[in-house]
């Protein structure tokens, strides 16, 4: 990959850098070293810098694949133009060494990017789902053999959600993924024409004169939009199962509101659907007054989210951009 370096240390470009890291879903703490990795014309740019700050001016050793600029400064409200993801130095370079794609940074960009329901929004600091099995423990431990099942779910079991050794288990599972979802096209809908979809299968999409539900719930977890549903406006009871306010959040809305917001579709081949974000929306206030009885078990709850008894959901609202 050709070089991108400024020629002057001053001709600083300004990256945006997240809360979260894009290959673990960790939450940064304020000494990480991070990359923000760029992606333009296919092209993957690596600036490297600290979680706690804009950055010093230093360069860390450069993971295979990705050219290291100088770094970033920002200074005020952020003006970058390009769309960045960020990444643990760590994370990074054992996804290099996992990842068999030859694009795998590219990708990377790709699924980082899909992590938040629609561009510029801030992140729901959504906890990871933990996905632990004895080969990744094994693999993330660096032994060469796969341990007993017994003696990886004894280490499993004793580490905290942060440990590196599962951050680097999450980020072997992405980087396995990503080795076989091979990128291709982006297809866009309107939302309100998807009857439902879940992460990693094809829409499926209503049809003209279709009598349907006119309300949609988006589940939200921490590697984005995970699935679209139509439900009734008087649930029996509903209630979301194997979800926590802190795993998992919602947007349910009535479709009409949603006339004009799309829903992008990112094809991996050979046939399967790995990923999606919404266009032109953004997020209102958190913990806004709204019901949730669509999405918990208190089908006659009429309390804003904040005072839900259940605990079980977060709902967020949308609100159209202005053009």
Known sequence: MASSKPSNIDDRECIHLHPQCSACNTVFSG???????????????GYNGYAGGYYSVRELPMPEGVDFCIEGSRHGPCNATDESVTVHLDCIRLFGKTCSAQDKFRRLWIAGTRMYPWRDTQSLMLDPVLYAPTDMISSAAGFQRTLLPEVAGLIGSHLQSNHTLLRFCKVIQLARYL??????????????????????????????????????????DSRGIKSIERVSDSPDGENVTGSSRSSHAYIVEPVERLSGVGIEFQVSLPSTLFTCRLTKP?????????????????????????ACPSATCTLYTLRQIPT
């Open 282 to 306: 953004y997020l209102s206030a958190r913990n806004e007054p709204s019901t949730c009885s669509d999405i918990c078990k208190h089908p006659d709850l009429e309390h804003p989210v904040a």
């Open 31 to 45: 000494d990480d070293h991070v990359v923000a990795l760029l992606c333009n014309n296919n092209s993957v740019r």
């Open 179 to 220: 080795s076989l979802a091979e990128p291709g096209k982006a297809v866009t809908y309107p939302l309100c024409e998807v009857l439902s979809w879940s992460r990693g299968t094809s829409p499926i999409l209503a049809k003209q004169g279709q009598i349907i539900d006119r309300r949609m719930r988006l589940t939200i």
